[in-house]
């Protein structure tokens, strides 16, 4: 008998939770054989064996011999267990919070191992201190928040290999133009790695041009016209006489749109949030990426660059305005406090979404806080024309409902998928 649309989704979330429970007692019964061989001493095992770390300080070395043994009833190279072993013991000695996710089947372990593997180089403080800002939702919030997290950590508890690792980023800046590897249509790779301002101005040049480009009567795509823009800039092209070309009108309402709205002829703009709690490190504007203070002296150097540094702002301020349209300080304020797209599992940055008004504006709902969420274009059409719904619980909780039946809450902690009895 062929199973109903709604039958096929219930076999797919019970075979992940079983899934996810036969994982977890696999862990657990790795934690024991660990239990049972660990050693603190190297010359303690038996002739010819000697104990291994495996994981960050404060983790438990192994008898090598027993990861081997545990390997092969694994189904693994020696090589494999010691790596998969390692991230066992690092969420487990080291990543308390998060390892509890995992035991309550809230974290899958691939995502946990992948924590782990980038934690063991940190110090326990640094370690922990990634525990506790991402334990509680490592099971919804994106991979890039976790890196930011992980090199905050680096850079509050080991400047000076924060600092260090600055200096080769520094020294590994790149522009390169593959012309040994042109395509049979004429075109080449270019790739790079630029220092954050330059690429503003660079990004702002192109987009001022291809609105140009646009504006001449050119139907080629954005892509395209970004592309000629680059040769025009290395010719040295005179700008074409359209005053009323601006940046919106070049990046067609794109990201980059948004990058030149912060970047002019005269110079850069950079918006740096600053948290108190973080000695050194402030927050790029809307990356939300970390930044170490010896970077923004640097850029406050630049003559051509604005540094603006921002408090954080109150997120629990209200704003109202009695129009469909959405202003900047509400976006901005959707930005801040919801950082993606609202949509269930969606890591999409909010800068590049739509702000959706949860009860349309041709139904009464008002242009408010309350009332407004990013959605990114795709998740937009679908809760517009595809029956999926969404209602505002508080500001940046929302409770989704699909075509399906199905809930799910999706809050700062990302997003968690509700039981029908479990519902508000």
Not at 84 to 91: N, P, Q
Not at 375 to 390: A, I, N, P, Q, S
Request: aromatic share 6%.
């Amino acid at each position: 008998m062929t199973s109903s649309a709604a039958d096929l989704l219930e076999v797919m979330r019970t075979t992940t939770r079983t899934a996810a429970a036969v994982e977890v007692e696999r862990l657990r019964a790795v934690i024991d054989w660990c239990t049972l061989h660990a050693t603190t001493d190297e010359g303690e095992a038996s002739f010819g064996d000697h104990g291994i770390p495996l994981a960050g300080d404060g983790a438990p070395w192994v008898s090598e011999f027993a990861i081997m043994e545990l390997g092969a009833a694994l189904g693994m190279s020696t090589d494999a267990a010691k790596r998969y072993v390692g991230a066992t013991l690092e969420t487990r000695y080291r990543l308390p919070r998060i390892w509890g996710r995992v035991e309550a089947m809230e974290l899958p372990f691939y995502k946990a191992r992948w924590i782990a593997e980038h934690t063991m180089a940190l110090s326990p403080q640094a370690a922990a201190y990634v525990d506790q800002a991402v334990g509680f939702c490592a099971h919804s919030v994106s991979y890039a928040e976790i890196e930011r997290q992980i090199a905050a950590a680096q850079a509050r508890f080991d400047p000076e290999a924060a600092e260090e690792a600055r200096l080769l980023a520094a020294d590994g800046r790149r522009l390169e133009v593959h012309k040994s590897e042109v395509s049979i249509n004429g075109t080449v790779e270019v790739t790079g790695t630029l220092d954050y301002v330059d690429a503003c101005d660079f990004d702002a040049a192109l987009s001022r041009r291809a609105g140009e480009i646009k504006a001449a009567g050119s139907e080629e795509s954005l892509d395209v016209r970004r592309s000629i823009a680059a040769g025009d800039l290395a010719r040295g092209y005179d700008s074409l006489p359209f005053d009323d070309v601006d940046a919106d009108d070049a990046a067609e309402g794109g990201f980059e749109a948004r990058c030149a709205r912060t970047s002019t002829t005269a110079g850069t703009e950079v918006v740096v949030h600053v948290h108190e709690d973080l000695d050194g490190v402030g927050r790029l504007g809307n990356t939300r990426t970390p930044i170490l203070a010896e970077t923004i002296r640097t850029w406050c150097g630049n003559p051509g660059t604005r540094v603006v540094v921002k408090p954080v702002r109150d997120l629990a301020d209200h704003v109202h305005v009695a129009a469909y349209e959405i202003p900047d300080r509400l976006r901005e304020q959707g930005e801040l406090v919801d950082h993606t797209c609202v949509f269930p599992w969606c890591t999409r940055p909010a800068t590049r979404c739509d702000i959706d008004h949860a009860i349309p504006h041709a139904e009464g709902g008002p242009t408010c806080s309350c009332n407004t969420a990013p959605l990114c274009r795709g998740h937009h059409r679908l809760k517009t024309h595809g029956r999926w719904t969404y209602d505002v619980l508080d500001r940046g909780t929302y409770l989704w409902h699909s075509p399906f039946g199905h809930a799910y809450r999706r809050d700062h902690t990302g997003t968690t998928p509700l039981e029908p009895e479990r519902r508000p």
